[in-house]
């Protein structure tokens, strides 16, 4: 599975890292698309892919940890809860 995100990540959570812990806690693969960050926001365009339960458990962590994200996939321009 290929997930689209977009993710805005809050000033306390910018140093710490979310990509990392993605890859070794849910082995996903992450693709950055694109990227802005500054001493108080980080806005993420994210790919993530891996078995479906695998990235579905990584967004999970994301929203948990406080990083905002909406999904990009046609059709599901909902954010997640």
């Known amino acids: 599975m290929k997930r689209k995100l977009f993710c805005t990540i809050p000033q306390k959570l910018i140093k710490q890292p979310l990509l990392f812990t993605l890859v070794n806690r849910f082995k996903v693969v992450p693709n950055i698309r694109g990227a802005s960050v500054t001493e108080t926001i980080a806005i993420l ?37």
Do not use: C, I, W
């Not at 339960?53 to 599901?76: R, S, T």
């Open 45 to 81: 365009s994210l790919e993530l892919e891996g078995d479906d339960a695998n990235v579905e458990e990584a967004v999970k962590y994301l929203v948990d940890e406080g990083v905002q994200v909406e999904h990009l996939d046609e059709g599901e321009d909902r954010p997640v809860e």
